[in-house]
Nanobody, 121 residues
Framework: QVQLVESGGGLVQAGGSLRLSCAASGSIFSINAMGWYRQAPGKQRELVADITNGGSTNYADSVKGRSIISRDNAKNTVYLQMNSLKPEDTAVYYC???????????????WGQGTQVTVSS
């Protein structure tokens, strides 16, 4: 099992910045993709950004140009730097990590508990 601990959420004014962190620990085999998702009240969970172990990144159009995802493979940690925050960025942000088992190559997805980001206008 892999445990994820998220931090960095909070209340910020529009135009401000936040940096989210998610550290993975436990029985880790080989983490490939790491990412951030968010879920606003009454809406489905959506991808914000993800990053492969090779460093390739992917962003939702809504955050492109305002957010940067990065990772520290030595620390099994993924970060999301969010700038120029807007009220519509308000949501619970979840970290997701995909871990590949050896031999079988089965991929297990793990989710963090979520961290609240609230952007006031």
């Amino acid at each position: 099992q892999v445990q994820l601990v998220e931090s960095g959420g909070g209340l910020v004014q529009a135009g401000g910045s936040l940096r989210l962190s998610c550290a993975a620990s436990g029985s880790i085999f080989s983490i490939n993709a790491m990412g951030w998702y968010r879920q606003a009240p009454g809406k489905q969970r959506e991808l914000v950004a993800d990053i492969t172990n090779g460093g390739s990144t992917n962003y939702a159009d809504s955050v492109k140009g305002r957010s940067i995802i990065s990772r520290d493979n030595a620390k099994n940690t993924v970060y999301l730097q969010m700038n120029s925050l807007k009220p519509e960025d308000t949501a619970v942000y979840y970290c997701k990590v995909s871990d590949t088992r050896p031999v079988s190559w089965i991929i297990d997805d793990y989710w963090g508990q979520g961290t609240q980001v609230t952007v006031s206008s």
